[in-house]
């Protein structure tokens, strides 16, 4: 679905990503883990043409992403940002349908579309025509999440989508977060700095530091066969929340 070769991407005296090699099959969840700072956001949205590489490139199923082509590929991209990236003075509905009014979808067409997506992510329709201030949490992202499907993407980007969220709420969507990824069967690329989510949803993990992959794997390749002593030590670093959630102790 995606591959990158030899990238690199600088912001001021800061190496965001340094010669990145790196494939996404399609049809599985590939998840970005690591510090703050070490790059998982930057190569989202490098992925997504938001912004350039300084060298190297990116492909989108067999084609090169370029400022020429940029917008057209994007619109098969659907993209989650952290805190879900609502328009507060838009409702629920408004923001679902911003991009296909956008692109000329008639109404039923739009109402259609939407209906499906309310009943995918069991998001309650009278919250459709509230706007994101009194939409709780949960329901924010989901809005986000039905925004982000509804051109039927062929891949969805999500940027942390659940890390601003209290733990019991973050623990029901992440059930039904994966529920959807398996009943869409699409390719998801997702960020997340919490491990034992990685492992909850990823086939294949991606550690990064210092805008550097260290590892590509699945979980269990990185609690039994670290490439190196900064996987130990990120790993253990998480020992308490991977212990709780995943039953694992590295």
Known sequence: ??????????????????????TVEPGKTTVFIGPSGCGKSTL??????LIRPDTGRVRYRGETLSPQNAMRLRRKMGYVIQDGGLFPH???????ALTARFLGWN?????????????????????????????SGGQRQRVSLMRALMLDPDVLLM????????????????????????ALGKTVVMVTHDLAEAGYFGDTIVLMREGRIVQVGS??????????AFVTDF?????SPLEATQGVTP
């Open 44 to 49: 989202l949205r490098l992925m997504i043409g």
């Open 1 to 22: 679905m995606f591959e990158l070769s030899d990238i690199s991407k600088r912001f001021g005296t800061t190496e965001a990503a340094r010669a990145i090699d790196l």
């Open 90 to 96: 838009l409702t629920g509905r408004g923001n679902i």
């Open 219 to 228: 979980f269990r390749d990185l609690i039994d066969s670290p490439a190196d």
């Open 159 to 182: 940027d942390e989508p659940l890390g601003s969220l209290d733990p019991m709420i973050r623990s029901k969507l992440q059930a039904e977060l994966r529920a959807i990824y398996r």
């Open 107 to 135: 109404a039923e067409r739009i109402t259609a579309r939407m209906d499906e997506l309310v009943s995918l992510t069991h998001f309650p329709t009278d919250g459709l025509d509230r706007y994101p201030a009194h939409l």
């Open 235 to 239: 790993v253990h670093a998480q020992r």
